[in-house]
């Protein structure tokens, strides 16, 4: 290196130092000037633009001027910065041409020579200008001044490099603009110069570092080249520049490191892996520490030595910065930096060395910044310092557990030694902290001397360090100190202070769900319990450790016995209870009931089967698994009936719990959702609203306290409830994982049992699961005996043997042998009595129990069933034949209309209208044995045939139609089919014209029977007919008992024919067929058939001279619209009432469409004068129509109508008592009466020749 | 290099948590809980000043002599939580994201 010339007077870094400017010429000149010049120089900033793109920067310029001696001038090479002349300036106060030429140019001559000489091109000529000196000097021309003669004897080119200073030490404002111009003049040049000589300073450097591959580069000497410039920089205030220098030699020596470490090592580095001998820390209260500056100078420096003068540096400039949480920051970081350089070079560091030098240093870094900051910059900054804090807490530990300062005993001989030695390292005090009483080196010193000052000191930082992280939030550091501080008191046996930080760490990490912190922490906590003799929480401690996962079977195994052992050896102590949170001992994952409904009768059994997931490493005898059972009554409601139980309760009798996940925090959004529901009251007495509202079915869970479920460490708070109802399983061995433990409970007492607790016992330990969730409860029923008597089938069909279903559901009471069922007779129900009845005997959950032969005996009025012993809580099921006789009024007169029992129809069914069956009820009274009352019940047969009948005619001949039809579902075989005449009338007699029975007749089809009417005399107006046919089913086999036929009686009236009516159409005269649009005549001839009989003697006869004449009306009605009637359609004939009488009308018609077409209808009705004596008796029964003479058209829509209209009631169209006018009234003939010779009779009409129109009709 | 990865749960609970040198293990998970501190300060101080929010990288997070951690796996982080089999808030169990880490691991080692 380049040592500077030897005479040279050391510089002084400090902020002191200026940029140098020489001064030659007059100097007295100078001196008198100087004090204006210094003060005015940096008075106004000065913008300087820099090289390589930097940003340009406004500069408040100071100088140091200093006599020019040519010493100064620096030398080839030689690489001093502060010590450099930036700029040269000659003084000049000639004005006169005779002294310029005689010394003034000589002097300036040799003076550029000079300067020349050591290629300095930054120099200056003032020349002050006085007007009192020119006043004086006459003979000067203004001409040739003395500055132009300077200007042009020196300043080639340049002659700005002369500037005029004008009466410098006046007044004035000529003197002011001089003095500017010359400032600016000045100013300028520095810059100039700064730019100029920097630029080749740095590039010089450049160069130097550019050589740092080559084998004889140095680190030390390139710092010091760098250093030069970050010292100019500084000089010129140009702090962040200055940093940006030391912070290049910082990067640069880290990179060397690093690559050291990846192999890659430099030789010069060698010379900083030199054993580390003294660590005494940071000095950051000096600007230089020249010290350390010159060890790096002499290459002598170690790691260390380089590391904390290049931070002091750095520490100085970012003060000067105002920034000094970054100095925090950077300190924490080349602490941390320096710890890992030192191992990667593998530097031999006596132990504790670093933590001393890492303490010292932490602390002088606090206290420097504490030094230029006020107290609220520093609490609102903690951030930034408590890594240093925390650092240093950290490291004053570890000295003290490396000199044994942390135990009972206090530090043996060897821990003496070694503090010795390190205290040794750290020298003496350097002399700008001798006086400070807290010093990081007297704190050191101290804390080191004893156990008790140790203590104090590593308290005192701990307790502060705490306060730190927790005033800014950072809690989970906090807690990790406080581990830390525990241990410590762990190791100093007071336990109960490190309790509290145990448990708050431990809290943290549940919350959080880190296993292994919170492993390791309990595991603490266990040994700290212990030694406080916290029995409980030592045990509930264990027994979490021995069922975590992240220790070694070992420990799990030392917990699990720690807990054994205790429970074996308090059993002579009775009565004291250490109650567990069950969890971590043992998981219930399932339960089953046995039966599976969970549902028992009062007697019964119930087994409660349940997993238990034991957590422990190792078997366990356990002497008693209880559950207790909360029971409650409740009678009213319909949920808790025997029926709805046993009906409804079906699940598949597992339920299963959820896994609890310890290591899992329980974050604070896990809570479970809220179930609303609404909620009405309304009074009893009338339904109305009373309250409303809304209820939360799981206020439970949500409103429990959120403590409590993560700091189960401290208190179980489980609370052991005592109840009557308990579950117990004595003597179970738990082995590690599943385990299934049986309970079995005899119910007692019927209502609900909720399962609350499980718990198991070890000695006086009672390991409990408080709350059971989801909540399982079973239910014991009690039932009352019940017999329910059913159908086999849909429906019962009367005639025929029906099965009936008998079910008999025990309850509480036990069928004994000789127990019987009463069936009081029903007359017309049979009970049919078979050999080989047979009951079955269910159990209560439908399984088949045994069977047992029934006996049945009947007598006249009862029927007695014997029934199987059966115990309690079964069913008896078995099935008897019914047969319900078709009692004899059923078909009776008064219900042979249509052949249909009306009365026991049942109403569900009349919308069927026509097609169902009649029913008929028959009522049982059954005396049961466990019970004084009948029950009654009703069993309802439906008839499976309807029948009708109906009255044909021929002209005179007559015939009797009867219709059966089959409703129901089977199918029958009719046989033996009779139609009597109960009255046995010799006249008449009823010719059968039917096929050879049995007859087959299918579900849903009819059978038709007919019988021809005759008679010898004079028919009866009305004649009574029953009609019988026996009836079995066609696919039944034999029936036992022979069956009774089914019988229909009815009545036909008016069956014999008066009149014969008979139509004709003659097409017009001269055509031989009717045509379309022409006039046909119509011609009816009405017969009367018989003379005078009994059904004339009506109203309508009249008499006159023993001659009868009644009237009658007819109606010529197309209701097809085939014809036009022309003129009258109807009229009133009068007619003889003797046989042959004939009755002729003739009537216009007109076909409207060609083709065969039926005639019309002709229709007769009797007709009534309105003076009938009857009338108010046909009040009675008949309705009355409003219309006047309208006629009730269902006469004549029914066209097989029978003759038997039941008491001729309905169909009289009268419009008599009309508005109280007389009207005649009309009477339909009965259609038996009138026979219609021309019915179906067809004419052929030919469409008419000129009919063209075609008729379209579009739809 | 990477000795420690984890993977935390806005609840601050470890969704994902390795360590090369398995004896530390315990050191780590200190560590890392501790440094959830800073995560915390920092994400918040994200919400204040406008941060560019897509700077996924929080920088020191721990003090440590020891080790320089580093949080870089975002990405195959997205690839996890895409799975549709994968149940938020659930533990990491991928093969896939466990194989990144280890090769994040070996990298520099």
Redesign the interface.
Known sequence: MDAPEAPLPPVIYTMENKPIVTCAGDQNLFTSIYPTLSQQLPREPMEWRRSYGRAPKMIHLESNFVQFKEELLPKDGNKALLTFPFLHIYWTECCDTEVYKATVKDDLTKWQNVLKAHSSVDWLIVVVENDAKKKNKTNILPRTSIVDKIRNDFCNKQSDRCVVLSDPLKDSSRTQESWNAFLTKLRTSLLMSFTKNLGKFEDDMRTLREKRTEPGWSFCDYFMVQEELAFVFEMLQQFEDALVQYDELDALFSQYVVNFGAGDGANWLTFFCQPVKSWNGLILRKPIDMEKRELIQRQEATLLDLRSYLFSRQCTLLLFLQRPWEVAQRA?EL??GC??ELKLLEVSVPPGALDCW?FLSCLEVLQRIEGCCDRAQIDSNI?HTV?LW??ATEKLKSLGYLCGLVSEKGPDSEDLNRTVDLLAGLGAERPETANTAQSPYKKLKEALSSVEAFEKHYLDLSHAAIEM?TS??????AK?VGKDLAEFYMRKKSPQKAEVYLQGALKN?LA??????IT?TRKQLAECQKHLGQTENYLQTSSLLASDHHLTEDERKHFCREILSFASRQTDSPGQKIVLPLHCFAQLRDLHFTPSNAVVHVGGVLSVEITLCSQMPMPVQVEQVTINVHFSIDKNNYRKTAEWLTKHKTSNGTINFPTETSP??A???NLPALELYEMFERSPSDNSLNTTGIICKNVHMLLRRQESSTSLETSSGVALEDGAHVLKCSGVTLEPGANRITFRTQAREPGTYTLRQLCASVGPVRFVLPHLYPPVQYDVYSQEPQLRVEPLADSLLAGIPQKVKFTVTTGHYTVKNGDSLQLSNAEAMLILCHAENRAVIYSNTREKASDALLRVQSSDKVTSIGLPAAPAYHMIEFELEVLSLPSAPVTGGESSVLGMTESHRKHKDTQKAGQCMATTDHKVSIDCPWSIYSTVIALTFSVPFRTTHSLLSAGTRKYIQVCVQNLSELDFELSDGHLVDPDSNADLRLVPLNAKSPQHIRSKQSVFFVWELKWTREPPPSLRCRFSVGSSPASGGRLSIPLKPYTYEFQVENFFTLYNVRAEILPPSGTEHCRTGSLCSLEVSITRLSDLLEVDKDEALTESDEYFSTKLMYEVVDNSSNWAVCGKSSGVISMPVAARATHRVHMEVMPLFAGYLPLPDVRLFKYLPHHSAHSSQLDADSWIESDGLSVDKHVDEQPDGGGGRCRGSAHLASGGEHRGLPMPRLQALPPGQVFNASVGTQVLVIPSKDDHVLEVSVT | MAVCVAVIAKENYPLYIRSAPTENELKFHYMVHTSLDVVDEKISAMGKALVDQRELYLGLLYPTEDYKMFRKLHNSYTDVMCNPFYNPGDRIQSRAFDSMVTSMMIQVC
């Open positions: 924490l602490l941390h710890v890992q890492v951030a890594g925390s650092y992280h800014i939030g950072r809690l989970r550091s990790f990490y959080e769900g880190w296993a292994l912190p390791h899992l925090p974050p604070q959004n």
